[in-house]
């Protein structure tokens, strides 16, 4: 929770956006549609007030580029020592990350900060952190498109026809279609907003939840295959069953798609109703797995994911692995049912 308010904070952002005339923008490592929708949007904004921008992006973000205008990207083989030469006005540049707020989320951004100008941070992660000069959270929100969106506004910038769309995108993204429980009143009213400024909304919807492509379906039928329901707190525990699914390289390989073909899976294990909580495990690289976890009423997965040094949201969040895929299914297990059994006890002492 940030110790400034809204409007304290928008104040500091338009002096930062004025003062700078280059600036890098980057969300989290593995963008996703809100990280991507913050920054480009944002890189919009700062183009309309006559500023370069230029994005950084760690991994693949092709499905969620298509949905928007196109802005410099930061190209692949550049070290961070030498971004500034990627601008053409001149080299120092301030350096904003959105949708997160540690250096080390950025992926390759990570050393940035140590060549940047001034540094800031926009971001609603409940384990989010102060690394930059300045740092602003909104846990409470659906978004970081949706933080950025009101800051927009209280700045008095306009919003243009790109970056309603981009903004659209992000939050709709991170609310599951204007679904999950971070889907407030000023979310709805956002994205009325949005949609008058010419967000084509029903493309959107349809591109991010709807269109898959045959890999993606044929990971989620291999994931739902390797599904098992663990019972909860413990034997007799059925109301807060775990279901959890892994998915090797090797059987991937053998069924014809890769990790990334399985970004979306654990959103539809979330959906089987004999589980609280679902966790899909995948093998990213040789011996690493990652861990995305969603919750439907109970469990806060944000907490289990910064045991293992992720982090997230209270009912969806993700951790890495460097070990054999039984520890992992034990770890967290444990994990879940020693949060389980706390949450027993607070109850009791109450
Ligand atoms: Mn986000």
Redesign the pocket.
Known sequence: MSKITREEFSKQFLRFIRKYDRFLLSGHIRP?G??VGSCFSLAYALQDMGKEAIVCLDGDAERYLELIDQVPLLPDDIHMNEAGRCFTTGSGFAFIML?CSEPERTGRAQDAILYTQASMTVD?HITSKESADFNYAEPESS??SEILYHLLNLCEIPISQRMAQALFMGMAF?TGGLRHSCTSEETLLMAADLKKKGADTTFLMNRLFHTKKLSEMKALSCAIRSSRLYKGKNQQDEENNILISFLSLEEMRKSGFGPSDADGVVGYLNEIADAETAIFLREITPGIIRANMRSKSTVDVARVAALFGGGGHIRAAGCTFQDPVLLVKKELLDAIRRQLSSLDSEETSE
Do not use: L, T
Request: proline residues 0%; aromatic residues 0%; charged residues 50%.
């Open positions: 996703d809100d990280s949708d609603h978004s970081a991170d």
